[in-house]
């Protein structure tokens, strides 16, 4: 064991624990403010739900020993063979650090997909979602990719910290969650403006910080690559807000502090797949493009007429999709030699990969909670009625309010 390794990854994985309330600020300053505990709720109640579920048996299915290329055995149930000692996957820090590091990735994924349903689903409902959503579909993707014998993982596919376990398998269950649950109340007829952009931007910017012990700590090791990955980090990321806020200036006549938020956003998740993987410059690229792209995406839900709340779907599922896709694209061995050259530094071959990686996981996932919902739908029904959307779920849901003035 290397007691720095062991110091870098104990702060990094803190700090994607923080990620997850960040994220709950994040959300719950865009809704109305009747709904802004039920929405902080949303995100704060996985650190509960997915650490109990990855303790019994999540993260033996996701990195146990492999079966049939698609999921992990049951060897590690109840954290049964974790100890202290270095394990598979890494050798200088301990196994169960390991572990730790891989619950909090685990606890954000269902937490994002929580922005497309805002204002609008039972709380009971969304529990039993979180719980069979975890198991049935982000266990087996995050084994495929990352598990020791998983197919895209074997194949090559390039994903340092989760552009395809994490985002694109969000974004492509919050679109089928937005659409199942139809539109809010009102929806394109009533004002339904962010309530306290400030607590948004707090947010943001606990998401931004906490997304360094995502990406650098996603190295396992106080190394070259977490250097990389950290700088690659900011530089796509200060792209991604600039990309979006210009892109809205022009569009809009205006630059707005929810754009430079959300462009913030969209750099983070489409770096993240490559962060360890191409160079400050090729992230620049990266970065800036998502932040165009993901501003396009969101303005594009209008004139489809689908009611993603908060917006999962233009960030997280099409910016994660142009990230899985850019590593292939910008990904290079003179950044990382542990890596893989990508289309531009001559190996297309892992553009196709990365593609094939993306393709996978965006059918999966959405076939697996279209399945998921139906039957939630079918036994406990999946929307609040009427009377308590308009009361807003704070009182109706959880007897509180989120302000008392």
Not at 24 to 49: D, E, P
Not at 156 to 184: C, E, P, Q, Y
Not at 265 to 277: E, K, Q, R, S, Y
């Amino acid at each position: 064991m290397d007691s720095g390794d062991t110091a870098f990854m104990l702060i990094a994985t803190t700090m994607v624990m923080l990620m997850t309330p960040g994220l709950a600020l994040f959300y719950s300053g865009l809704v109305r403010s009747k709904n802004v505990l039920s929405t902080t709720m949303q995100s704060f109640v996985c650190l509960g739900v997915i650490t109990v579920i990855w303790v019994l048996y999540g993260y033996s299915l996701a990195f146990g020993p492999d079966v049939g290329h698609f999921i992990g055995n049951l060897d590690f149930a109840g954290l049964k063979n974790v100890g202290l000692e270095p394990g598979p996957y890494s050798d200088t820090i301990p196994d169960l650090l390991f572990c730790a590091f891989q619950l909090m990735f685990a606890i954000l994924t269902p937490a994002l997909i929580t922005g497309a349903i805002a204002e609008r689903m039972k709380f009971g409902a969304y529990l039993a979602f979180i719980v069979f959503w975890s198991t049935l579909v982000y266990l087996p993707v995050c084994h495929w990719v990352w598990g020791q014998g998983g197919w895209l993982g074997g194949m090559g596919a390039l994903d340092f910290a989760g552009g395809t376990v994490i985002h694109i398998n969000s974004g492509a269950a919050a679109l089928v969650a937005a659409l199942m649950l139809g539109k809010r109340k009102g929806y394109g007829r009533d004002a339904m403006h962010p309530h306290n952009l400030p607590i948004t931007v707090l947010g943001a910017g606990l998401l931004w910080f906490g997304w360094f012990g995502f990406n650098a700590g996603s190295a396992l090791s106080a190394g070259p690559v977490a250097v990389l990955a950290l700088m690659t980090t900011q530089v796509a990321t200060g792209a991604g807000l600039l990309g979006w806020v210009i892109a809205e200036w022009k569009v809009q006549g205006r630059p707005t502090v929810l754009g430079a938020a959300s462009g913030a956003l969209a750099g983070l998740v489409a770096i993240t797949p490559g962060a360890g993987f191409v160079s400050p410059i090729s992230a620049l690229v990266m970065g800036g493009i998502a932040g165009v792209l993901c501003y396009m995406a969101v303005l594009a839900k209008g004139k489809l007429g689908y009611d993603d709340s908060l917006d999962v779907v233009g960030i997280h599922g099409v910016g994660g999709l142009w990230g899985a896709l850019a590593t292939g694209l910008f990904a290079s061995t003179a950044a990382n030699p542990g890596g893989a050259d990508g289309l531009f530094f001559g190996n297309p071959g892992q553009f196709v990969v990365q593609a094939i990686g993306a393709g996978a996981t965006l059918a999966y996932s959405v076939a697996l909670t279209f399945i998921i919902l139906k039957v939630i739908d079918v036994t406990i029904g999946l929307r609040v009625n009427i009377e308590d959307e308009t009361q807003g779920l704070d009182v109706a849901t959880h007897g509180e309010v989120g302000y008392s003035l």
